[in-house]
């Protein structure tokens, strides 16, 4: 089994609760773990057989900033039942997100979650 991580991905969504924040979009940062069960590009070295992580890159991108949520828990949830969708090789994924700024005195508060493909 091989585990793809995608540090520090940055988009720009509308998070939270409050009037003010609904107003313009504000950065998360989101690290991703994905544990993929087919290793035959490990054995192979074929794009084909590589689970294509650019493009789960760009399309968390994508679902991110054309979305809003009141909650960090949903954005977490939301992505990491959507990169189970992107392909079946994905056995596993951990979801981080981090909302920088969302407290007075911490950097940022963060919400992970794990979720498991059928």
Do not use: C
């Amino acid at each position: 089994m091989f585990i793809i991580r995608i540090k520090d991905l940055q988009a720009q969504t509308i998070l939270g609760i409050y009037d003010w924040e609904k107003k313009a979009k504000r950065p998360v940062v989101l690290n991703i773990e994905m544990h993929i069960v087919d290793g035959k590009a490990g054995d192979s070295d074929a794009i084909e057989d590589a689970v294509d992580y650019a493009m789960i890159e760009q399309r968390i991108i994508e679902r991110v900033e054309a979305a809003s949520y009141n909650l960090i828990e949903k954005l977490v949830a939301d992505i990491g039942a959507f990169i189970l969708s992107l392909d079946k090789r994905i056995a596993k994924v951990a979801v981080e997100a981090d909302k920088p700024g969302a407290l007075a005195h911490a950097r940022s508060v963060s919400v992970s979650a794990e979720f498991a493909g059928n």
